[in-house]
Every structure is written in C-alpha cells, then in structure tokens.
C-alpha cells in the first residue's frame, strides 16, 4: 500500500493548459515536497511546505498544503513543453519514531506537447 | 562543486555475487539516504543515516546492507544480489532531516541489472 497516492500517474497536454498533481494520504505529515526529475538524472527539489494551509509559488508552479497535512498539489499554469518531467511527492510522516523516514509517491509523469 | 557522487554508474552483475555502490557527499551533510527507484512505484527508501554511526532501515531494507564510518561515505552493500534487486539506484545528502530542514541533494544514480 502506497503511504502517499499521486494522481494522476500519466499527463499529456498541450502547451499552454493548465494542470494540477494531487498527492494523498491518510497520514499526517510534517512536511512535505515536491521534486522534478528528468530522464538520467536524480530528483531535483522544487518546493518545502510545513504548515497547513501554506501556498507556495514558484513563477507558473503553485504548491499547496492541505490543512490537515494529509494532502498537497501542484498546479502549473500555461504548462510549456520545459516542464516535461516526473514529478514527485516526499514527505515525513507526523509524530513517528522515524524521523529520518522519507516516503515518496509514486510520480506522476506530465508530458506538454509543443 | 558541491555534489553527491555514486560509483558505479552502471552495473550488471550476476546472483549471489557480493557488490557494493559507493556514495560520497562534498558539503559535510549529516544526513544520507539510499532509495531505489522502479516503474510505477516512485522512490523506496532502503536505508538512511541521520549521522556517523546512525543508520536506520527505510521501506524496502531487505537484501541491502549500509555503513557509515564517516561523514561523507554511506556505502550500499548487497551481500547477495538476486534479479529483484535490478533497479536504478540513488543516493541522496540533506544538511538536516530530510524534508524538514533542508532539501535533498541528489547523485546521478546507479542502474544495477542483476541476471
């Protein structure tokens, strides 16, 4: 069983659209992140949040953590064919023993066509 | 540069055959991780070191053995590989604890196939 659900797990649009990644969980997180990856390379950080309710914009990409921790998103807007990668989700789950413990979902992989 | 370092970039090896896949961190993090990486399922922590002498299994530790004698090295070690072990491998170096207080730098990665 998946800690943290992404959803979508394929993407394909045109530049342009707008879109959105969820990532869930019925687990509550301290934090969570965001990272891009592309073909060859390890993931990249893209954003941190750590408290409920924060919204994070990084130029076209908004990150938002859900209230209750459990959940977050990313929405892109005007999506161009440079945001083509895999985009994952990592947090460190809330008041475990853990603390080292990161989680992934499992990424979503969003491909803008010129 | 600051980076993080894997070697081999590329391994295929055969069952049963002892292998090791270095790491090594330039910016004096404390904190270092390994996770494998395979289709459909994102990234699994195998293990994590939060310092020297600190190591702690991740998700998936089964199969897979780390050490860390100093600060910059966190080894991973597959005394006895077998062909579920094929995946891409990564290993990672935060300043602090991962997604907390810093961000994870990531090395290239190591494609193990193991026949």
């Known amino acids: 069983t998946q800690l943290l659900e992404q959803s979508p797990q394929f993407l394909s649009i045109q530049e342009g659209e707008n879109l959105t990644v969820y990532c869930n969980s019925s687990?509550?997180?301290?934090?969570l992140q965001w990272y891009r990856q592309e073909p060859g390379e390890g993931p990249v950080l893209l954003v941190t949040?750590?408290?409920?309710?924060e919204v994070k914009k990084l130029k076209r990409l908004t990150f938002q953590f859900g209230d209750a921790r459990k959940d977050s998103s990313l929405h892109i807007t005007a999506a161009q064919p440079g945001d083509t990668g895999l985009y994952l989700c990592?947090?460190?789950?809330?008041?475990?023993?853990?603390?080292?413990?990161?989680?992934f979902g499992q990424g979503t992989i969003l491909t803008v066509h010129p | 540069e600051a980076q993080v370092t894997q070697n081999p970039r590329y391994l295929i090896t055969v069952t049963g055959k002892k292998l090791t896949v270095t790491c090594s961190q330039n910016?004096?993090?404390?904190?270092m991780s390994w996770y494998r990486q395979d289709p459909g399922l994102g990234l699994r922590q195998i293990y994590y070191?939060?310092?020297?002498?600190?190591?702690d299994k991740g998700d998936v530790p089964e199969g897979y053995k780390v050490s860390r004698k100093e600060k910059r090295n966190f080894p991973l070690i597959l005394e006895s590989p077998s062909p579920n072990q094929t995946s891409l491998y990564f290993c990672?170096?935060?300043?602090?604890?991962?997604?907390?207080?810093?961000?994870?730098?990531f090395g290239p990665g190591t494609r193990l196939t193991v026949t």
């Open positions: 990672a170096s935060s300043p602090g604890l991962a997604g907390i207080l810093g961000e994870q730098y």
């Open positions: 687990s509550v997180f301290s934090s």
């Open positions: 949040v750590v408290t409920g309710g």
């Open positions: 990592a947090g460190v789950i809330a008041g475990g023993t853990s603390y080292g413990k990161l989680t």
């Open positions: 910016m004096n993090h404390e904190y």
């Open positions: 070191s939060m310092n020297v002498e600190v190591t």
